[in-house]
């Protein structure tokens, strides 16, 4: 579905990005991670043909350079900043939009509905927090059909609670058929999203391969403290970590009514269902991300890939 060859690209003398070939088959997720400045917004506009660039790109079988605006249409881009309304409201954001496009006031309520912002339909986009910014900016993603979806930074301002909607919305679809191309700093991304992920630093690759594989490479762990409504007794601790280590989590700490855990990024999900089974109330939780500048450290130092 998109086919890049060769690519490079300077703004002015300077090198953005450096002889980059990769492919993304239909109906496929691809996760680009690396850290700010590594190139990939840049990477996600020469795809869309916003900026000139040297080498060869292909979207479903069309020409970038020679069919850009036939490209877009396909292709439904959300950047990092993305134009809200300020004195819009959430409905008429939504309605601007869908003009644009064509499309019916039936699909914008479907969409206000799909992204739980029926309470919020009449406030004015700058009333709104950076939270529900992002929701209102995912349900304008899904007024659109296209088969193809580039999304830069998505998750930058999202809570927990968010990130794990928007991934559900990207398992969706990825079911539904759509070619995904994704662009993070962030490591906890790649969960539960992709099987495949590029790494890029300095506008080269250094990685290319799935996510289980990238995260032995790295040997990442994130930590994530909870605290619970209530000091933990003996027998609550043994039952916790009892069924911790049933979901395969082994390095826990217990004080008082703070439980903190070391664990792959991708178990998350496992902790919190760990802590609801043995009948714990959260109060609040901390996630704290491995480090992405150590997790290149180990990458770069074991990668000839460019």
């Known amino acids: 579905m998109i086919e890049v060859e060769n690519l490079s690209k300077k703004y002015g003398k300077v090198k953005i990005i450096y002889d980059l070939s990769f492919k993304v088959e239909k109906g496929e997720v691809v996760v680009l991670l690396g850290p700010n400045g590594a190139g990939k917004s840049t990477l996600l506009k020469c795809i869309l043909g916003l900026v000139r660039y040297n080498g060869k790109i292909r979207v479903n079988g069309l020409d970038v350079k020679k069919e850009g605006r036939e490209i877009r249409r396909k292709i439904t881009y959300i950047p990092q900043q993305f134009i809200l309304y300020p004195n819009l409201t959430v409905e008429d954001n939504l309605k601007f939009y869908a003009n644009i496009r064509g499309i019916s006031q039936n699909t914008v309520n479907q969409s206000i509905e799909k992204s739980k912002l029926e309470h919020f339909a009449n406030k004015r986009t700058k009333e709104l927090s950076e939270g529900l910014h992002q929701r209102l900016m995912l349900a304008i993603v899904s007024l659109t059909d296209t088969p193809i979806l580039l999304f830069d930074e998505p998750t930058s301002n999202l809570d927990f609670k968010r990130v794990l909607e928007f991934k559900e919305m990207i398992k969706e679809e990825a079911k539904n058929g759509k070619t995904i191309l994704l662009s993070t700093h962030l490591l906890s991304d790649i969960n539960d999203i992709s099987e495949k992920v590029i790494v890029m630093n300095n506008g080269k690759f250094v990685f ?26 003996n027998k609550t601790r043994a039952k916790i970590k009892d069924l911790l280590h049933k979901a395969g989590i082994e390095n826990e700490s217990i004080k008082n009514e703070f439980l903190t855990i070391s664990t792959e990024a991708s178990r998350i999900i496992s902790v919190l269902k760990a802590v609801e089974e043995a009948g714990l109330k959260i109060k609040d939780f901390r996630i704290s991300e491995p480090s992405l500048a150590k997790a290149f450290l180990e990458i770069t130092n074991e990668s000839d890939e460019r």
């Not at 594989?213 to 619970?228: A, R, V």
């Open 208 to 233: 290319r391969g799935n996510s289980e594989d990238l995260l032995k490479k790295t040997n990442m762990k994130t930590d994530i403290t909870l605290t619970i409504h209530e000091e933990l007794n």
